[in-house]
T-cell receptor
Framework: GAGVSQSPSNKVTEKGKDVELRCDPISGHTALYWYRQSLGQGLEFLIYFQGNSAPDKSGLPSDRFSAERTGGSVSTLTIQRTQQEDSAVYLC?????????????FGPGTRLTVL | AQKITQTQPGMFVQEKEAVTLDCTYDTSDQSYGLFWYKQPSSGEMIFLIYQGSYDEQNATEGRYSLNFQKARKSANLVISASQLGDSAMYFCAMNRGYKLIFGSGTRLLVRP
């Protein structure tokens, strides 16, 4: 079946602009995760959605970052007033039900460049 | 705090030979899981293998095996019969609840 898809694959924006990154998880997966991969920080957790539960936003680096998941499927990560340090690859993953031993399957990522 | 350490930033291996990528971890949890992912130049993280802390047998998936030494807190990935397509970044990760904590990765280059 289809894997996790993300769009756009690349995004170049100017400092101060808002951006939206989209993630479409594997069909039937109830858990969805966002991670960020940057040269300085490596791979870091951002946010976790599981079913209808309140999301775990503990990894979001600032209040400029927000995310939502509509209908338990597609998720959008929004970065407001982008800064150059937001430049990174944003990876989305999904898993079957969010258990600790669940395998997380990743999408191809969105490469964000803030000029 | 949980931590994953990958001490080999880069490695070379000859095609068809076996290679071991090192991973050590630090945790006070009794129950945890260890994962290995491959990231080719295309950027996608590809799941390779999983080992649970209570699993008595080392995990194997095709040419991949995980050498799990719980007392030493190590979870090394062994790739047998390396192929040119194995050239990629490899990340070791551990779950903290549902979050994955990643190491800094090892870049593997397979020589023909």
């Amino acid at each position: 079946g289809a894997g996790v898809s993300q769009s756009p694959s690349n995004k170049v924006t100017e400092k101060g602009k808002d951006v939206e990154l989209r993630c479409d998880p594997i069909s039937g997966h109830t858990a969805l995760y966002w991670y960020r991969q940057s040269l300085g920080q490596g791979l870091e957790f951002l946010i976790y959605f599981q079913g209808n539960s309140a999301p775990d936003k503990s990894g979001l680096p600032s209040d400029r970052f927000s995310a939502e998941r509509t209908g338990g499927s597609v998720s959008t990560l929004t970065i407001q007033r982008t800064q150059q340090e937001d430049s990174a690859v944003y990876l989305c993953a999904s898993s079957l039900d969010g258990r600790e031993s669940d395998t997380q399957y990743f999408g191809p990522g969105t490469r964000l460049t803030v000029l | 705090a949980q931590k994953i350490t990958q001490t080999q930033p880069g490695m070379f291996v000859q095609e068809k030979e076996a290679v071991t990528l090192d991973c050590t971890y630090d945790t006070s949890d009794q129950s945890y899981g260890l994962f290995w992912y491959k990231q080719p130049s295309s950027g996608e993280m590809i799941f390779l293998i999983y080992q649970g802390s209570y699993d008595e047998q080392n995990a194997t998936e095709g040419r991949y095996s995980l050498n799990f030494q719980k007392a030493r807190k190590s979870a090394n990935l062994v790739i047998s019969a390396s192929q040119l397509g194995d050239s990629a970044m490899y990340f070791c990760a551990m779950n903290r609840g549902y979050k994955l904590i990643f190491g800094s990765g090892t870049r593997l280059l397979v020589r023909p």
